[in-house]
């Protein structure tokens, strides 16, 4: 279902982040729907105690200011917990998930300080997200590719950052506008508001 590009050159072509709308039958967009649906009314009843807010007994709701906030821009979109988590259900929904996930393990990458840590979580990166058939391959270039396979050995906190960069600029030119002008944040915003029954379906 999701294309890789893993052996294109970066003279040939620039990657894409994942499939189109377009792409999808009229019965996968049914189903996509559905379960993107099933999704946020999950995380907003229930994971939102557990993951978002572990230490508080009551239900958090983002507001309608955080909601809107996710308008301005991706960086406001992924920092705020609930942002980041409806961004990774829609990406799902879009069979790329995989991007939002290799961008947040490149952050915690980055904050490691000891050369041991550095090189196993650099090693376990490669092996999911960047290596030829990898479980979830990203889309990048062979240099940018063959750079991090060379740095293995040694790899430094920078190892990943140009990659983390050509992946966030697919997320934000290509994944977060269709986010923005998606059903998904169209109810998001019902939901933050009171207009929708989404938690009732």
């Known amino acids: 279902m999701r294309e890789k590009l893993s052996s294109m050159s970066s003279q ?8 189109k709308p377009s792409d999808l039958s009229a019965e996968k967009k049914g189903i996509k729907r559905k379960n993107w649906r099933n ?6 009843t229930n994971s939102s105690k557990s993951i978002l807010h572990p230490m508080k007994n009551r239900s ?3 507001s309608v200011d955080d909601v809107n906030q996710w308008e301005q821009s991706l960086d406001k979109l992924i920092a705020h917990k ?27 990458y980055k904050n490691l300080t000891s050369q041991k840590d550095l ?16 479980p979830k391959e990203i889309n990048l270039d062979f240099n940018t ?3 991090i396979e060379q740095s293995l050995n ?11 960069k050509k992946i966030y600029s697919l997320m934000e030119n290509n994944s977060y506008p269709r986010f923005i002008h998606s059903d998904l944040y169209k109810e998001l915003c019902a939901v933050a508001s009171g207009k929708s029954k989404l938690i009732k379906y």
């Not at 609930?82 to 915690?108: D, H, P, Q, V």
């Not at 090189?119 to 990898?134: D, G, L, M, P, Q």
């Not at 040694?154 to 983390?164: D, I, N």
């Open 145 to 147: 590719k063959n750079a």
């Open 60 to 62: 958090y709701r983002p």
């Open 119 to 134: 090189v196993s979580k650099a090693n376990t990166i490669y092996e999911e997200f960047i290596k030829s058939e990898a």
């Open 154 to 164: 040694a790899p430094t906190v920078t190892t990943f950052q140009a990659a983390q």
């Open 12 to 19: 040939n072509m620039a990657p894409t982040d994942c499939m």
């Open 39 to 44: 999704r946020i009314r999950f995380l907003w």
């Open 82 to 108: 609930y942002g980041k988590a409806a961004f990774r259900i829609f990406l799902k929904s879009e069979f790329c998930e995989e991007n939002i996930e290799f961008w947040t393990m490149c952050e915690n």
